[in-house]
């Protein structure tokens, strides 16, 4: 069963600070992994990261796809309290059609 | 017109009631999906529909009930539900079922079922 883990869950810095997310998975036929950002409503795209774009990068934050140890990392730099949220990453078997999610790591950003 | 939208936003009903949540998305995919998620758990799928016809059923319970009318419109039927249905029910649309692109969520309904 395709399983995906998250570390950590909880996470509290302040203003300015860098922060690493990791997310680690089990997968048959990897097809793409995802990293969402979730504040109060829905889940909105990050980045899609595969065999072919293992890494991306959007202003502070950026990700890396390890595909030999089968993880990923999601980094933002001078953290901000907009960056408050839950980060949640997604895998994709390549003839699933369907995402398996991590149980996400909540980031908090103090002032 | 890039987004998935979703009626109603909030919804409460009663036990005995019956209710449907409409999503609908003008981006020409042909895969929609509905998730539900818990307070502070990830979204677990229920439905994947693929070109108007369900693929995927991760064996929800019969009261749920999905209806894709056309490639535009994704409902999820609601009957007889249990306050542990309480949820938050996301859809979500991507440009086909094999497609490389990512999974658009729609802003989701919260559910409360009394």
């Known amino acids: 069963e395709d399983k995906v883990v998250q570390s950590p869950l909880s996470l509290v810095v302040h203003e300015g600070d860098t922060v690493t997310l990791n997310c680690s998975y089990e997968v048959t036929n990897f097809r793409s992994l995802l990293w969402y950002k979730q504040e109060k409503k829905a889940p909105t795209f990050l980045f899609m990261l595969t065999s072919s774009g293992i890494e991306k990068k959007s202003g502070r934050l950026s990700s890396i796809l390890d595909k030999k140890e089968l993880s990923s990392i999601l980094n933002i730099t001078a953290t901000q309290t907009g960056d408050s949220a839950i980060y949640l990453c997604a895998v994709e078997a390549r003839y699933g059609n369907k995402l398996v999610f991590g149980a996400g790591t909540i980031l908090r950003v103090k002032s | 017109d890039t987004e998935v939208t979703q009626t109603p936003k909030h919804l409460v009903m009663g036990m005995t009631n019956k209710k449907s949540l409409k999503c609908e998305q003008h981006?020409?995919?042909?895969?929609m999906y509905w998730y539900k998620q818990k307070a502070k758990k990830p979204p677990e799928l229920m439905f994947v529909?693929?070109?108007?016809?369900?693929?995927i059923n991760e064996s929800v319970p019969s009261r749920f009930s999905p209806e894709c009318p056309n490639s535009s419109l994704l409902n999820l039927h609601l009957h007889a539900l249990q306050p542990e249905d309480s949820a938050l029910y996301l859809c979500a649309s991507r440009l086909g079922p094999g497609s490389s692109d990512t999974q658009y969520f729609g802003p989701g309904t919260r559910l409360t079922v009394l």
């Open positions: 981006m020409g995919h042909r895969a």
């Open positions: 529909y693929s070109y108007e016809k369900l693929s």
